[in-house]
């Protein structure tokens, strides 16, 4: 690839903050996770300028650190929350259409059991109207399973007191890749985005521009970027931007729900399906297979503590381990099979009264009197709807007269003629990484991650001599992926510390020298980078002992 054509490489970092600094934007988006990422691609494409910061790595909170599922909502019909069901369901088909790649259709079980917090017919009922509230093609909608269905679809699951099970469908993801592809998009469309850029500030003025005062967190430099509208799409960090405008207090706040995760090897749960169960307290819990390994969520707790970086505790360990264990006698899960795990805070819309698991998930515009605009709560899968939300009242508020056109916008690396060629580019895939002496059983995850973009990879493979498929990885991801640190590339970009942590381990040395070549790191910050990576890798499966 020429070096020209690398739009969204790190090393047109500084490049990129002249530009920052220089030009007047339509739009400042301050936060680079999914909301802010589709705000930034929406806004693009109707052809407003666009800058977009954000404070750590592109998707490095909330929208990395998801159950990593674009669904429906089927838990909302309890709520009846019936106009999310709709709304979201819907952007789950967009989205898949525009993303083949990365939204895998997954078949879910929902098994039921005597006394339990679902009924057959109540079952029955709620799906078929998730269905039709999802618009879910007549092929895949639900059907319901006696009990010996049931467990000839899952034999792990506990036989006493099962009724049967509701087998409907769902839609798994990479939550981080999603949004980076998204941010990538936004980049070719002309946004301009870059991380690791904090918000220090912002001044909101009645007059053509604002202002966000910025500080560059590699150089520690203090620049301000000029907008005509400011959005505030910080996910769990919405409030503390808002607070710099109104520190007195808020009317309306967002509420922070930690999710944790757990991964554990395929072999030690080696579930043929994804399942949904009840867990009996009100909450439900995800089983669901991925690659080699087979992942674990959710908690849904309050959470007050720091918003950096949330623990996984012993407490949510033995949550989760102690409801699989019920549910899959056989297994007989410990803390010490735990392969890696990951806790993530949901940005509610505070409800007064209500448990974390019954507040809506539903999303919310807030303006300030100055002008501010914050948007918070939400899902994944609505990201689209809410970027357009977004851009539809800037758009408003500016008096543009321009509509929305991501319903129909390819992401980079999707540019499939349907979404039923994924599967034969992956098996077409693993005879060529035969010929490339390469292990076909990275095929899905390189396809399921980056692809399109997988041909490029691949063919770069043949320059390297040792870990062939990982250095490929990093030489792309380099030039193409903004990627500025070692956790970048091993946790957001490929997802190896979640799933394949085994290859951190591996390739570590031999991938550090082409990071320093690239970025040009001096010894202090190769050390820095080399200990703070050892120091992650650690950190997956070791818990703290705080309560919940």
């Not at 970086?309 to 010490?336: C, H, I, R, T, W």
């Not at 129909?408 to 979404?419: A, D, N, Q, W």
């Not at 992926?481 to 970048?488: G, H, K, P």
Request: a positive charge.
């Amino acid at each position: 690839m020429d070096s020209s054509k690398h739009i969204f490489s790190a090393d047109r970092r500084s490049q990129l903050m002249t530009e920052l600094v220089k030009r007047k934007f339509d739009i400042v988006v301050i936060g680079g996770g999914i909301t802010g990422a589709g705000i930034a691609l929406d806004a693009a494409t109707r052809g407003l300028s666009v800058a977009l910061i954000e404070k750590s790595d592109f998707a490095s909170g909330t929208s990395g650190r998801s159950t990593k599922l674009i669904h429906g909502g089927l838990r909302y019909l309890k709520n009846h929350e019936f106009n999310l069901v709709k709304s979201v369901g819907r952007e789950r088909s967009i989205v898949f259409q525009n993303a083949p790649h990365l939204v895998v259709p997954e078949k879910m079980l929902l098994p039921l059991f005597e006394g339990g917090s679902y009924s057959k017919f109540k079952t029955n009922i709620g799906l078929w109207l998730y269905d039709r509230l999802a618009s879910v093609n007549k092929k895949e909608r639900r059907i319901m399973l006696n009990s010996k269905e049931t467990l000839a679809k899952e034999p792990l699951l506990k036989e006493n007191g099962i009724l049967g099970a509701g087998f409907y469908s769902e839609y798994r993801t990479d939550d981080a890749r999603l949004t980076l592809e998204v941010m990538k998009t936004a980049s070719s469309q002309g946004a301009l985005c870059l991380n690791y850029i904090r918000c220090s500030g912002v001044n909101i003025s009645s007059e053509d521009y604002s202002q966000v005062l910025c500080t560059d967190f590699f150089g520690s430099k203090d620049f301000v970027i000029t907008g005509k509208k400011i959005v505030n799409a910080t996910g769990p960090w919405v409030d503390e931007i808002r607070g710099i405008e109104v520190p007195n207090g808020l009317e309306k706040q967002v509420y922070h729900s930690k999710g944790v995760h757990l991964v554990v090897p395929w072999e030690k749960l080696n579930v043929e399906n994804a399942v949904y169960f009840d867990v009996g307290d009100g909450r439900m819990i995800f089983v669901i297979p991925r690659f080699s390994t087979t992942y674990i969520g959710t908690t849904d707790t309050p959470y007050e503590g720091n918003l950096e970086n949330p623990s996984v505790s012993m407490n949510d360990v033995d949550y989760l381990l102690k409801a699989v264990n019920n549910m899959f006698p056989a297994v007989n899960l410990s803390a010490g099979d735990i392969v890696s795990s990951w806790s993530g805070l949901r940005p509610l819309i505070y409800e007064a009264g209500k448990k974390p698991s019954e507040m809506s998930r539903k999303d919310e515009i807030f303006v300030s009197d100055s002008g501010l605009i914050s948007i918070a709560g939400g899902k994944l899968t609505g990201y689209r709807l809410m970027a357009k939300n977004v851009v539809d009242l800037i758009c408003k508020q500016l008096e543009i007269s321009q509509d929305c056109r991501t319903e129909s916008i390819r992401l980079i690396g999707g540019e499939f003629k349907s979404t039923g060629l994924v599967s034969a580019y992956i098996t077409n895939l693993k005879t060529r990484m035969k010929s490339y002496q390469l292990n076909v059983k990275d095929a899905e995850m390189l396809v399921r991650s980056f692809g399109k973009q997988t041909d490029i990879i691949l063919n770069k493979t043949r320059d390297f001599e040792e870990h062939k498929l990982v250095q490929a990885l990093a030489w792309f991801c380099l030039r193409n992926e903004q990627v500025s640190t070692l956790a970048d590339f091993y946790i957001r970009r490929t997802g190896f510390l979640y799933f394949q942590p085994e290859k951190i381990s591996e390739s570590l040395e031999v991938i550090v020298p082409t990071f320093s070549a690239y970025l040009k790191w001096d010894r202090q910050r190769i050390d820095k980078e080399r200990l703070g990576m050892i120091c992650i890798l650690e950190s997956i499966n070791k818990f703290s002992n705080e309560t919940i």
